[in-house]
């Protein structure tokens, strides 16, 4: 979070005050859309009221099927592509009546490899750093070119590198300019394994040197690898933006389904202080439970069933993913 | 005003030219040397003088503004329509830079290599015929503004193409018509009457006969029609790239 200025005329010696809860959230918040929309010429609504805010030092998933609104929205920020409705404030900042300012802190990887040809991996790296109005500095371009394996490819043409090479030197373009954040659309699409593990590293390293990032993927362990939030977004709307451990704690459910001998009418009372659910018209008893809990209770239950009388056949257990609750949320929404 | 992003882009755009010497001086040169030889010296030989001056002496200032124009055309129209092409606009889009600075960038480069261009031109003429320049800060500044205005054309030509043929088209159908017939190889006294009233809406014409009369005090029309009309297409030019930037035409959704 940045320092706070004290207001002119207040002494060392008094309490800080508390901020306005408003600007509080201002501060904290890196990003801040509001009501953002965007119709295209053709009528075709890409993003419909979104509001969002990105928090300072994150890194955030953004995951949507395709054409859900991703790269739109990506767009606008940077300054791509024109809102319809709506605003965005980066670092407090109005993309559109400060672009100078707000665009000076963001690098943009998109999700497209679009590179020049014939330009040297150097040149094409020191022209970033100098469209966003920053003086030379070899040693970083240097540091940038080492930390993505780039140094010895560094006087080859662009167009004579591999596809994860090409996506590298977009990403040291994106980071030639120090930008507080970083936009990554896509940036393991058609990367090979090992290659993806090493951006995951490059990434956390630019997360603890304090850059926020933002990344939309499609690969969804990717998102529980790396991220800190996770928001889903679907049809131009944001369907939900939840902390990846909330997520997670949703994710350690399980369902435990025991498919009865005899049908039930009705659970004995001996088991009410279970959370039971009797499905199939007492068929089948169901039995959610936290797998991360100090006890998930199913001795007990199980030890409690045969006193009752309740004989099984059979029984299985499910655990819902993230991918379950993104299919979910993405087919509901 | 962010000073470094134009230099960026004047210099990234500099570089290509370095790259692709040969396509973008050593051609024009050589196409300019063959023009010479024939019209100059070939037919020339059989011409007697034209308002005084000897033929091939006579087509120089012509022949430098046939290369100007097209070459300012050519050079900006590419340096914006190739980004556009490859998808690397997004990061000029995306970087801290007013419109202005844009136009400075591409426009100033590619007029920086037609005058480049024209001033070799005129040296390489000078090996063929006598050459000597009445008004040689009026034919600079002649230069530098058809460089700046037909650039910015280009730049207008480069934003609206979307297809190499589009890109090819207005300076093949139309420019390079224009030029011939603006007066590069002949004075359009030498029109019949008729043909002459067409001409005169023909705003190459102007052109030429402003840089002509820079070097030889002749001209087709008053020096301050000439310079009136080229300013008049500058402001033209200026206006439909304000208008493109501000409704993010064939630029931004």
């Not at chain 1, 200025?5 to 904290?28: E, V």
């Not at chain 1, 990105?54 to 890194?59: A, L």
Request: hydrophobic share 45%.
């Amino acid at each position: 979070m940045a320092p706070l200025t004290r207001p002119p005329g207040t002494g060392s010696s008094l309490p800080p005050q508390p901020l306005p809860l408003s600007l509080a959230a201002i501060m904290s918040s890196i990003i801040s859309v509001a009501n953002l929309s965007k119709t295209y010429g053709s009528g075709f609504k890409a993003l419909k009221n979104v509001s969002l805010d990105i928090k300072r030092g994150e890194i955030f998933a953004l995951l949507g099927p395709n054409g859900a609104g991703k790269t739109t929205l990506i767009s606008i920020i940077c300054g791509i592509a024109n809102p319809s409705e709506g605003r965005v404030l980066v670092a407090g900042e109005d993309i559109q009546t400060s672009y100078r300012k707000a665009r000076s802190l963001i690098g943009l990887v998109p999700q497209e490899l679009h590179t020049d040809a014939f330009e040297s991996v150097w040149a094409t790296v020191s022209f970033s750093r100098g469209l966003f109005g920053k003086p030379k500095n070899p040693d970083h371009i240097e540091k940038v070119l080492k930390d993505l394996s780039l140094w010895d490819k560094k006087d080859n043409k662009i167009i004579t590198l591999s596809g994860g090479m090409k996506r590298r030197v977009m990403i040291a373009k994106a980071l030639s300019h120090e930008p507080q954040i970083l936009f990554l659309d896509e940036p393991t699409a058609g990367v090979d394994v090992e290659l993806r593990k090493g951006m995951w590293e490059v990434v956390r390293g630019l997360q603890q040197s304090g850059v926020t990032i933002i990344l939309t993927t499609h690969y969804i362990e990717e998102a529980e690898e790396m991220a800190d939030r996770i928001g889903v977004i679907n049809k131009g709307e944001i369907v939900l933006v939840e902390d990846k451990t909330t997520l997670m704690q949703k994710l350690g459910k399980k369902r435990l389904t025991l498919h009865l001998q005899g049908k039930l009418d009705a659970l004995p009372q001996s088991l009410s202080h279970y959370k039971l659910d009797l499905c199939d018209s007492g068929a089948t008893l169901v039995y959610d439970y936290d797998t991360k809990g100090d006890r998930t209770g199913i001795t007990s239950l199980l030890s409690d069933l045969r006193t009752a009388g309740i004989r099984f056949n059979d029984l299985d257990t499910t655990q819902s993913s993230l991918e379950d609750i993104f299919v979910d949320l993405v087919r509901t929404s | 005003m962010n000073h470094r992003a134009i230099r960026a882009i004047y210099l990234f755009e500099m570089a290509r030219t370095w790259r692709t010497l040969l396509q973008s001086i050593v051609s024009p040169v050589v196409s300019t040397s063959l023009y010479f030889v024939v019209f100059g010296a070939a037919i020339g030989s059989r011409i007697s003088q034209v308002e005084g001056v000897s033929y091939g002496t006579f087509i120089v200032p012509g022949l430098i503004m046939l290369s100007v124009l097209t070459q300012s055309i050519a050079n900006a129209s590419f340096g914006i329509y190739f980004p556009k092409f490859t998808g690397t606009i997004y990061e000029i889009l995306s970087a801290p830079i007013s419109y202005f600075e844009i136009v400075l960038g591409y426009v100033g480069a590619a007029a920086t290599k037609s005058i480049i261009l024209g001033l070799i031109i005129l040296a390489t003429a000078g090996l063929f015929v006598p050459l000597h320049i009445h008004h040689p800060v009026w034919m600079l500044a002649f230069l530098v503004l058809t460089a700046v205005t037909f650039s910015l054309f280009g730049f207008i030509i480069g934003i609206w193409a979307d297809g190499f043929e589009k890109l090819q088209m207005i300076p093949m159908l139309v420019v390079t018509p224009l030029t011939f017939l603006g007066g590069s190889f002949y004075s359009i006294d030498m029109l019949p009457a008729g043909w002459r009233t067409v001409a005169l809406l023909n705003p190459v014409v102007y052109l030429i006969s402003g840089f002509r009369w820079s070097f030889y005090e002749i001209a087709d029309v008053s020096v301050s029609v000439s310079v009136g009309m080229t300013l008049a297409f500058l402001v033209a030019c200026l206006i439909v790239i304000w208008w493109i930037f501000r409704t993010g035409y064939r630029l931004k959704n």
